[in-house]
């Protein structure tokens, strides 16, 4: 959250490159293979398949080699590292790892309001981030995505009963508490360490298609 907090504030006063608080207007809309994506409906969906594919990428990652090792430095950094593993390089990829993505939702962001300023990106945003994964469950996939539904949503449920910046005031008033309570009742999060099931696997696929194949193998010897 510094480190962010750093680039915002260098973006800000960087003005011969980021132009400053003008932000950088005209930014064009996403197109590909000459298809440009302008309504709301083809951007959506366009955003749900990215959103699915680093989904699948994520929880492959984890139950990698690479996956483990970083759940390993995440719950003890020295046993990790008594068993081999490096973990400033550890730490190093996923943060390339993780900025990378955010990077790439970032740029579908700035095409989809078509201008980008760096008070886009306020320390309150940071926050409320924090909040989302802590409040689905950190070490979770499932977690951080109903954490930024339901928090997400806290705006326009709270909208018919305040008006104007109230809406913000108690937005971050509810998040809090929120907080507060989940740090008292579960700590960990509503999801918080829940990933004990399988990876997305395709072996169902290979084993079907195994079967198949050692059928028409068994039917043609009988045919024989």
């Known amino acids: 959250m510094g480190f962010g907090e750093i680039i915002r504030l260098l973006a800000l006063n960087l003005t011969d490159i980021t132009r400053g608080p003008m932000g950088l207007p005209g930014v ?23 959103i699915l594919l680093t989904f699948y990428f994520i929880k492959r990652l984890i139950f990698s080699r690479f996956g483990r090792a970083c759940r390993a430095v995440r719950d003890d950094e020295k046993a990790a590292e008594a068993m081999g593993i490096k973990s400033y390089k550890i730490k190093v990829i996923s943060f390339c790892i993780s900025a990378g ?6 740029a579908f962001y700035a095409s989809w309001i078509t201008f980008f300023s760096p008070d886009s990106f306020q320390f309150n945003d940071s926050i409320m981030m924090s909040a989302m994964i802590t409040f689905g469950g950190i070490g979770s996939l499932y977690g951080p995505i109903f954490g930024a539904i339901s928090i997400g949503s806290l705006p326009e449920i709270l909208r018919p009963f305040t008006s104007g910046v109230g809406v913000a005031s108690l937005r971050l008033a509810g998040v809090g508490l929120i907080m507060v309570l989940m740090l008292i009742i579960k700590p960990e999060g509503l999801f918080g360490d829940s990933i004990t099931e399988r990876y997305l696997s395709l072996r169902w696929l290979k084993d079907w298609l ?11 010897k009988e045919r024989q």
Do not use: D, E, T
Not at 28 to 50: A, D, K, T
Not at 210 to 220: A, E, G, L, S, T
């Open 28 to 50: 064009p809309r996403i197109s590909v293979f000459g298809i440009s994506f302008q309504s709301i409906i083809p951007h959506f969906y366009l955003i749900l398949f990215f």
């Open 210 to 220: 195994r079967k198949k194949k050692n059928k028409k193998i068994h039917n043609f």
């Open 101 to 106: 993505l955010a990077g790439l939702m970032g």
